[in-house]
Each structure stands twice: as structure tokens, then as C-alpha cells.
């Protein structure tokens, strides 16, 4: 097991249809997050060591590419070219309905919190997942979903005008958020970097419109991103936070999304 996650537990669960593994640490409730391409990589799992900090049990399944393996360019192009043309459980462009992998995440957040109590389930979905954990709304235990930096459908190629505004989601899936937004005053957080060509305005502005106020935009200028990646700004809680400036953008916006599934998660968290 690479380093970064020595100090997790793995197990593989299996929804009947498909199995990952998944790495767990911490008590308390459950978040589930949601890595980004090309896999679980070291900074992915920096974020989960500080969301188990902060009182939560976290677990992170492994959908594509080796977990603990460093980003970089080359691994993060052969990863995206593998999932786009081989994975049949991503739904790279479509726009009207989620990846089938979120029946698995589903089943994934059924079990943490039948096992970890609380109100519920928080679920950070980022870049290439962004948008799973808005789909995962339909399982009552998602009570907090996050999305950084929600990058499907891609928004390019033929047909990438509709593609740019849209969010990845079935009318079903949408109609279920909605409701339970407003019925369980639940609320949903968004991130980017403005100028993010993966993450478009356009897919903003409709998660705006659809969700109103219960979508909490979180909006960074690229020039607050972590600088000499090799990579453009993207990944707001992982790649391009800036972890020495605890009072920048980035660091408060991962700040404000652990205290997000730290309140929204508690049992005694307000209906």
C-alpha cells in the first residue's frame, strides 16, 4: 500500500454488480470522497486525513488509476484516455443522467452510515466525479454533497455548447435534490476557479438557476491557485490548494467544506 494511505483500512465492497476497493479512517460520521483523475493521490488523500480530523469517519473508494500513486501530466492523460474509451460505468458526455457507478456510491453511503450513525452521509465529488455526489442525492443518507470542480460532461468536441451548461444529471435525480433541499433544509456546495475550461460559466450558472440558494458557489480567481503545478487552476481542495496561506482562498474554502460535513452530518444538525 502506497504511503499516503498506510494509515487506512481497505476492504472491498461490492454492490452486487460491481466492486472497488475502499480505504477508511477516522470516527464519527461518514464522508464519502469522491477522488479525481487520474486516481487517489496523495493530495486527495491529505483532504480526507483532514476531513478525519476534524471528527468524521472517511472513506474513499478507488475507481480508476492505483491509489496512492503522485499525479502527473502523463498519468493523468493515459488515466482520462482509458476511463473516456474503455469504463462503461462513466457517462463521460452525457448530458441528461449520471455515470451508473453512482448505484455503486449509493449502496457505498447506505452502508457508512448504517455503520457511523449521525444525520447522514456527507459526499465530495471532484473534477471528473464532480458531479456524483448531486446524483447520490436520491439515497436518503446523502445529506451533504460537494462538488469541486464538476468536470462531466466533458465540455468539448461536437455538441460541447449544450454540454457546458449542463450538469450531468437525470430530471429524476434533479427533481429528488431539489425537494429534499427544500424539504430537509439541506444545502449543496460548489467550487472552481474562474476561467476553468473543464468546469465551464455556463455549468454554474445552471446549478445556480436549477438549485438557487440552496447551491453555495465557491468561485477562487486562478491567480489564488497553488502555482507551478505544470497544470492549469482545476483542482481547488487538492492540486492547486495553497497549504502555507491558511488565510487564502483555497485554504478557507477547504475550511469551509469540512465544517460543512462536520454540521450537516451531526445528528443534532437542524431538519
Known sequence: MADALASYERFDFDDGRWT???????????????????????????F???????????????????????VSNGYALGTMLKTICVRREFAVWATDRSSPVVDWLRALARKAHAECGGRGV??????????????????????????????????FGVGAAKRRAAIGASPAEIACAKGRFHDERLKMIGLRFHGDGFTPDERFATYKRTFGDSFEAIEI???????????????????????????????????????FFKTQTRAEAAP
Open 122 to 155: 456527507g459526499a465530495v465529488g471532484m473534477c471528473f466525479t464532480g458531479n456524483f455526489a448531486l446524483a447520490m442525492m436520491t439515497e436518503p443518507a446523502v445529506v451533504a454533497p460537494v462538488l469541486s470542480q464538476p468536470s462531466l460532461p466533458m465540455p
Open 48 to 70: 480526507a486525513d483532514r476531513v478525519a480530523a476534524a471528527g468524521m469517519t472517511v472513506f474513499l473508494p478507488s475507481l480508476f488509476g492505483v491509489p496512492g500513486k503522485p
Open 221 to 259: 480567481d486562478p491567480k489564488d491557485a497553488l502555482q507551478g503545478t505544470g497544470m492549469s487552476p482545476h483542482s481547488v481542495l487538492t492540486v492547486h490548494l495553497v497549504d502555507d496561506d491558511p488565510d487564502g482562498p483555497t485554504k478557507r474554502a477547504e475550511r469551509r467544506v469540512i465544517e
Open 20 to 46: 472497488f476497493p475502499v480505504f477508511r479512517r477516522g470516527a464519527g460520521p461518514a464522508v464519502i470522497v469522491i477522488h479525481e483523475m487520474p486516481g487517489l493521490h496523495p493530495q486527495v488523500v491529505r
